[in-house]
């Protein structure tokens, strides 16, 4: 067993231990959620990059209980939000109330003030609302009556949604999907996966009440930084960083689609397979690194021809053909 002071690129000290804690984190929500892996692995990575995570899937697949674990295993503070039709940019980012007492306005700070927001089923607002989140994400601060409020480091924003063809869904604007440095595919359980879900209920499991399941913080705020200053130092050679830019401009070119990746994009996909890299104990990135993190950073960040689509063309079929083709560095 791997000393938990040292990774396997050789660092040791704060580095490693905040890798171990990384590692304990993934362990604490399986005790939650069965399966899921890569969905985990995007949360972790989407906190070394201080980025935000779109978690798509049908119903019950247990997508709000994947980041209210993350939220268990973490020493931070989180809230949630429920977001419906009739939810206003307010109930978000906060307002001025009146004080009766003082006959003056202070601001009532909005549940977006914290580490780690829960945005549920977010694309069932209006894109109004949704966009009350586009200065919070990228600029790490709130704006009410012209005065900029900053947001708590680390901040996360973990929001859920359904398939746009299900009923009550509004589609999330391309700006505010560009926000979101991963979006993760929540897929339905294997067989077995669904057998482990069903006997952890029958044998007193509780979604409701992860303490009792036995998630415990293992992680805070020390451990982010130290493992973010670790991230910072992995190497990213020329020939890396001109393999992410041939992928995404290739993007651009594909007769399937009308909007390629932007270049926020391509820093986005250069940042994950850094934090990947870190992850996986290397203090340096390979083209493997870029591969595996292409489709959850890329996917939302293109728009598919509409002849394309009714052929069963996909984001992701465009983008894995795109791997393909593109010469690897060697």
């Not at 985990?40 to 899937?57: I, S």
């Not at 415990?216 to 393999?243: F, M, N, Q, W």
């Not at 959850?296 to 079929?317: F, K």
Request: net charge negative.
């Amino acid at each position: 067993m791997m000393d938990p002071t040292t990774d396997n690129a050789g660092n040791t000290g704060d580095a490693g231990r905040a890798r171990a804690s990384l590692e304990a984190l993934r362990a604490e929500i399986s005790k939650a959620v069965v399966g899921q892996d890569p969905a985990v692995t995007g949360l972790v990575v989407a906190l070394l990059c201080r980025g935000h995570v779109l978690l798509e899937g049908v119903p019950g697949v247990a997508k709000t209980l994947l980041v209210r674990a993350l939220a268990s295993a973490l020493e931070l503070d989180t809230k949630r939000v429920q977001f419906t039709p009739d939810l206003m940019p307010s109930d978000i980012t906060g307002s001025l109330v009146y004080d009766t007492r003082t006959a003056e306005f202070s601001f009532q700070p909005g549940p977006v003030f914290t580490h780690l927001l829960l945005a549920d089923e977010i694309n069932r607002t209006p894109p109004k609302t949704q966009s009350s989140l586009l200065e919070a994400m990228e600029e790490r601060q709130v704006t009410v009556d012209g005065t900029p409020r900053p947001l708590p480091d680390p901040f996360l924003v973990a929001a859920t949604q359904n398939p746009v063809e299900y009923e009550g869904t509004y589609p999330l604007p391309e700006a505010q999907l560009d926000r979101f440095l991963l979006k993760l595919t929540i897929p339905l359980p294997s067989r077995q996966e669904e057998i482990d879900v069903l006997t952890r209920h029958a044998e007193g499991f509780n979604p409701r009440d992860l303490r009792a399941a036995g998630v415990r913080p293992v992680a805070g705020p020390a451990d982010l930084e130290a493992a973010r200053a670790a991230v910072a130092k992995t190497t990213i050679s020329p020939e890396i960083t001109a393999y992410v830019v041939d992928i995404c401009r290739a993007t651009r070119e594909s007769p399937s689609l009308t909007l390629g990746v932007s270049p926020r994009g391509a820093t986005a996909l250069l940042a994950t397979a850094r934090a990947w890299a870190w992850l996986t104990g290397r203090d340096y990135v390979i083209p493997d690194d870029v591969k595996a993190l292409a489709l959850p950073t890329l996917r939302h960040r293109v728009q598919l021809r509409p002849e394309a689509e009714m052929e069963g063309v996909t984001a992701d079929s465009v983008i894995t053909a795109i791997l393909t083709h593109v010469p690897v560095p060697r």
